[in-house]
């Protein structure tokens, strides 16, 4: 009777200024309580990379409700890709220590370019210096580079894909409302 494609795109729009009030309330109450640098460069690193990371996640769970045929297969769904994501996002286990036949996976998350954003936005220009488990000196800036890989100059590409996995999913989400048709009459 109606169009798929209109009516995933209004639920899609509808999403982007309540993600926004979302992640603008978060994102003062919890920049501020962490305590990072107050300054204007540093607090919209922040606030675009959990604003982009809200609607991710916003979009990837509206994605998969859309490509299963009900509701208790797309927690199981989403569930296995959480738990994935949290483990291949480069927190638990950094970058350089993921085995290399793993390390295609490490690109291909979400978190991980969500935790490489958030964390060289607030402290990959940091020239401060701290002491190595060797007893040796080095700044912040070069122990992020060392121990999790992240460079403060790689911070435009980050941003990229930060935006590109909302629209990602959303596209998906908007084609299998169009394609899939889980009815049974």
Known sequence: MYSAIPYAFGQIVIEIPYVFVQAAFYGLIVYSMIGFEWTAAKFFWYFFFMYFTLLYFTFYGMMTVAISPNQNVASIVAAFFYAAWNLFSGFIVPRPRI?????????ACPVAWTL???????????QNDLQNDLGNNETVEQFLDRYFGFKHDFLGVVAAVIVALPVMFALTFALAIKAFNFQKR
């Open 99 to 107: 085995p290399i036949w793993w390390r295609w996976y490490y690109w």
């Open 116 to 126: 490489y954003g958030l964390v060289a936005s607030q402290f990959g220009d940091l």
